[in-house]
């Protein structure tokens, strides 16, 4: 398929494209995306109907665009679309593919030729997952995303804090249980029908845009289905660029996302890490005289002292250095934070050092 590109194409934010998702990538200018999260096809290569014991028709997928004239038809569009979605992605942007075991190994093995750089693959296990009605397999209660940079240099998105944040402060683990989309969120045709048979939970999406984007980035989601990524993107103070070839789809997608209210701008800070902070040496500390050349700081338990030195450092017995490097030698320990190590006497009382270089952050942050 030979598509002109357009590197100087005007950026389509927050509107739905209709039509073939490769050509209408394609359209679009290089390097203008920060993410991607893509739902594509599973290819479940359906034989007949599937029925409950109690006889009744699984609505399973077994529409037009999930079928394939094979494996090899599967893996050419694939690489295609992937392809035109590296194209697309900034030098620092990554992607989301989610699948299930009819064809995320397939998916994975194109990224990993087209030179993505996998990061996780994380493994969404549903709380409440479809039973498997034949009794002939296990059920399958899970799918799988692949967390990918566009390259292995890429210096990708991830809010660790924020991840850690929204885990009760627990480190968030590659595992994630969440619900399938069902009750009120799962949208409905006119009929009382499912509108879309993979509908992806908002849950999902929030953590997915939380962990890995910014507010103002942009996400391209190139199946866009009934909009779940618009939605989710909108409320958060993100970007989104739809791509829907289905006209009943994009219908009832523009109409979830018109009542879509965005977040203001309070509600969409989220816990930094700590490596984004500025960095403040202990140095300045002592030039803005809020600890005094001499001054003595104590460890946490009080055995160990230290002066402080005009220079920055400390001294104590023989020991000379940093504020990290002497209470190491002091604990002989191969490393020490010397800022939540070291205290000084404030009204009567032992405070770390750490809240003199909090009170000089937040004058960076004003």
Same mark, same amino acid.
């Given at each position: 398929?030979?598509?002109?590109?357009?590197?100087?194409?005007?950026?389509?934010?927050?509107?739905?494209?209709?039509?073939?998702?490769?050509?209408?990538?394609?359209?679009?200018?290089?390097?203008?995306?920060?993410?991607?999260?893509?739902?594509?096809?599973?290819?479940?290569?359906?034989?007949?109907?599937?029925?409950?014991?109690?006889?009744?028709?699984?609505?399973?997928?077994?529409?037009?665009?999930?079928?394939?004239?094979?494996?090899?038809?599967?893996?050419?569009?694939?690489?295609?679309?992937?392809?035109?979605?590296?194209?697309?992605?900034?030098?620092?942007?990554?992607?989301?593919?989610?699948?299930?075991?009819?064809?995320?190994?397939?998916?994975?093995?194109?990224?990993?030729?087209?030179?993505?750089?996998?990061?996780?693959?994380?493994?969404?296990?549903?709380?409440?997952?479809?039973?498997?009605?034949?009794?002939?397999?296990?059920?399958?209660?899970?799918?799988?995303?692949?967390?990918?940079?566009? $390259? @292995? %240099?890429?210096?990708? =998105?991830?809010?660790?804090?924020?991840?850690? &944040? *929204?885990?009760?402060?627990?480190?968030? +683990?590659?595992?994630?249980?969440?619900?399938?989309?069902?009750?009120?969120?799962?949208?409905?045709?006119?009929?009382?029908?499912?509108?879309?048979?993979?509908?992806?939970?908002?849950?999902?999406?929030?953590?997915?845009?939380?962990?890995?984007?910014?507010?103002?980035?942009?996400?391209?989601?190139?199946?866009?289905?009934?909009?779940?990524?618009?939605?989710?993107?909108?409320?958060?103070?993100?970007?989104?660029?739809?791509?829907?070839?289905?006209?009943?789809?994009?219908?009832? $997608? @523009? %109409?979830?996302?018109? =009542?879509?209210?965005?977040?203001?701008?309070? &509600? *969409?800070?989220?816990?930094?890490?700590? +490596?984004?902070?500025?960095?403040?040496?202990?140095?300045?500390?002592?030039?803005?005289?809020?600890?005094?050349?001499?001054?003595?700081?104590?460890?946490?338990?009080?055995?160990?002292?230290?002066?402080?030195?005009?220079?920055?450092?400390?001294?104590?017995?023989?020991?000379?250095?940093?504020?990290?490097?002497?209470?190491?030698?002091?604990?002989?320990?191969?490393?020490?934070?010397?800022?939540?190590?070291?205290?000084?006497?404030?009204?009567?009382?032992?405070?770390?050092?750490?809240?003199?270089?909090?009170?000089?952050?937040?004058?960076?942050?004003?």
């Amino acid at each position: 398929m030979n598509v002109r590109h357009k590197p100087e194409a005007a950026m389509p934010r927050d509107r739905i494209l209709a039509g073939d998702c490769i050509e209408v990538m394609a359209s679009l200018p290089d390097a203008s995306v920060d993410l991607v999260f893509a739902d594509p096809p599973y290819n479940l290569q359906l034989r007949g109907e599937l029925h409950r014991p109690n006889n009744t028709r699984v609505d399973g997928v077994d529409d037009h665009w999930d079928q394939f004239d094979g494996f090899a038809a599967y893996d050419a569009f694939t690489r295609a679309w992937l392809k035109e979605a590296r194209r697309l992605l900034k030098p620092n942007g990554a992607i989301w593919v989610i699948g299930s075991y009819h064809n995320i190994f397939r998916v994975g093995a194109t990224m990993q030729d087209l030179g993505y750089w996998i990061l996780n693959d994380v493994v969404w296990r549903k709380s409440n997952p479809m039973p498997n009605f034949r009794g002939m397999r296990f059920t399958n209660a899970h799918e799988t995303l692949i967390w990918a940079s566009r $390259a @292995e %240099a890429a210096k990708y =998105t991830f809010n660790y804090e924020a991840l850690k &944040a *929204l885990n009760e402060g627990i480190q968030m +683990r590659s595992d994630w249980v969440l619900p399938i989309c069902s009750g009120a969120e799962r949208l409905k045709d006119g009929e009382g029908a499912k509108a879309h048979p993979t509908q992806k939970p908002e849950s999902l999406l929030h953590r997915v845009l939380v962990a890995t984007t910014k507010p103002g980035d942009i996400v391209l989601d190139p199946f866009f289905g009934t909009g779940t990524t618009g939605a989710v993107a909108k409320a958060l103070g993100r970007h989104f660029i739809g791509i829907e070839r289905e006209d009943t789809y994009r219908e009832i $997608a @523009e %109409a979830r996302i018109a =009542t879509v209210r965005r977040h203001d701008a309070a &509600a *969409l800070e989220i816990t930094q890490s700590k +490596r984004a902070a500025p960095r403040v040496p202990f140095g300045q500390v002592v030039e803005r005289g809020m600890l005094k050349t001499g001054q003595t700081l104590w460890s946490p338990n009080g055995r160990h002292a230290a002066r402080v030195r005009a220079d920055g450092t400390l001294v104590a017995d023989d020991v000379k250095g940093s504020i990290h490097q002497v209470g190491a030698a002091l604990e002989h320990a191969p490393s020490c934070n010397g800022w939540t190590y070291w205290h000084f006497e404030q009204s009567g009382t032992r405070v770390p050092i750490d809240v003199l270089r909090q009170r000089i952050r937040a004058e960076l942050a004003d």
